[in-house]
DNA sequence: TTGAATCCATCGCAAAAAACGATAGGATGA
DNA sequence: TCATCCTATCGTTTTTTGCGATGGATTCAA
């Protein structure tokens, strides 16, 4: 049985005509006849009587042109839900993020994107980019937004950097450092520093090494703390001072302030990151959203002038 | 598209390989690869990605997979549908039937029926015989319970008789006749005759007629009632005499009689009737319960002894 | 690194299926 | 009775489907 007995046989049991149905199917009515005789034959049972002036269904006839009827709406439901899928307008995004540097713009973002695929079901992961770059290779996420991944594994992904920032200095408001606008690192070789724990996120601690390096010195003493609330209290207790990126401001009190350094350091990327080869179009017009959203992620994540 | 199509995508899908899904279909791999291909260019999108070493599905292939499946499953169930159907399993049954005549036996059939039957639908109609008739010149009814139809009509009908009654006749309890078992019909020839009117059933009006002429008279007066209940009453309220179907003793109170006659009327039959022709198969197979029960009716509906 | 194995795509040809045109048989209606 | 309309059947042509052979690409193992 295929398709198109069903559809000949719609078409003769909707016009109750054989030669009728031929005319309207731009086919020869012989061929028809064919078909439905063939349709027959298979199901073992006849599907429409033949008298003289027209013809009838069956009963079996009837309940096999409810069901024909019904497998061709889906039929082409599986054809719309193909384009569908291919214009990315369907489908399942899977997306991992830092909760720290990305947690505050994705809200708005899968908004926008909602708005437009609201079709599209969203899953979100919250995940440190060691568990990112993991869940690619399980294949349990689409993308992720990420510091970047290890050079050598950078062949298998593409990423696109969402936007940058800086490490400042947060430093106890009493702090003789406190009063200039942009504090010499060097002035802070002996400090105790206070930093966001190493295996939470390896590159920033990595380039908080190297920003002291540059300015000439290695951090005496490194407290690590595994939330960066923690990090900051620290520095208001008068634990130390901490070099830490600079969308953080939002977390401070008045017991201490952010300040620009020198050296600057490198500046720290957050990346939007996915598998290298053909993309699901889901991935695709995601990837469209974000880059126009991107200008406004910026402005709100990047420390102003 | 063709169902072909389908079957050939869930193997390759449900593999995730374009030679296991050969091997399972015993169709040569060349022929699954230019089906998925043809099916690809029709929808217009890539449903699978081939990568070295295996496959994936797309997402559009993912959603595509769904449905051809649902699709297959279905084709499946319109299969069955027509089996089913053909054997008279499903289908709607719509039955005409004479309310006092067939009324008493028509639950117990259909029950007896429907356990053997349970997805068949049936629709009961009282109708007189007139009716009847009309209801399957209009396709309303399957079969019908009645009177035989008139003989001019017969080759469009095939009938059976169900049970076969005789006339008897009904007399107040105090009638000169009331004492005899079997009535002479003569000795009532001046009698007033009270019928159940002749448009509701002309056949056993007629038959009431002619069992008349057949004692050698007309009845003198002959008064009409729409109810058979009202034929009893205007009997037992001393109106006049009835000959009526031996099975209505039901009805009957102290203060009338029934009695066979002398000479006997003709045999009445009640008939199932339905269409010349072929026969759909909830008829037929309705045919044979109806026959496995006719002993049952008979019993019940035929005067016992 | 090389050779064997596996997988999918492509090509040309053969087999099968579908459609066509002609025509026959049956019923209807003027 | 003839003309008309409908469906079934037959033989032929066209289209589709399938097969075998082959090639490029990748993987695995020696």
Redesign the pocket.
Known sequence: M?L?HLR?FIA?ASN?????A?RRL?????????????LEDELGAKL?S?N????ELTAAGNAFLAEAREIMVRADGAKIAVQRASKGEIGCLRIGFLPCAAGPFIPALIKLHLKEFPNVEVRLHDMNTEQQLKAFEDGKIDIGFARPFPKERSKEFVSEIVYEDHLEIVLPARHASAKKSVVDLKDLSGETFVEYYRRGSPALFGEVISTCRKAGFSPKTILEFGEMSSVILAVESGLGVSLTLGFFRGLLSRESVLRQIKPASSKIPLCAIWPAGPQEPVLASFLQTLRARKPTIKRKMERPG
């Open positions: 295929e198109r000949y003769v109750m005509s054989f030669s009728e031929s731009h086919v020869a009515q012989p061929a028809i006849s064919q078909t439905i005789k063939d429409v033949r003289s002036r027209g013809i």
